[in-house]
């Protein structure tokens, strides 16, 4: 899964990074937070990986978004 994480900077402002690559910075919240969703609504339609969108919490990390393709339902055989 490819993990695009908001991280909050001393002076407040936000940065969005994925692994230890910093893509934007200097953003406001809401806009970081809609930025990085769509960043990893893009990667997940391009290359059709599992993608997230997480933001440390106070006791936890956050998921604010995830993209995967939904698992192919099991074929159950007839019972006669």
Do not use: K
Not at 41 to 64: K, Q, W
């Amino acid at each position: 899964m490819v993990i695009y994480s908001l991280r909050q900077s001393l002076d407040g402002d936000w940065s969005i990074r994925r692994e230890s690559a910093t893509l934007f910075s200097q953003l406001r919240l809401g806009p970081a937070i809609q930025l990085a969703r769509e960043a990893a609504r893009d990667e997940h339609n391009r290359s059709g990986r599992a993608t997230c969108v997480e933001m440390p919490g106070p006791a936890s990390t956050i998921r604010l978004a995830q993209y995967a393709r939904p698992e192919q339902p099991i074929e159950q055989s007839a019972v006669a």
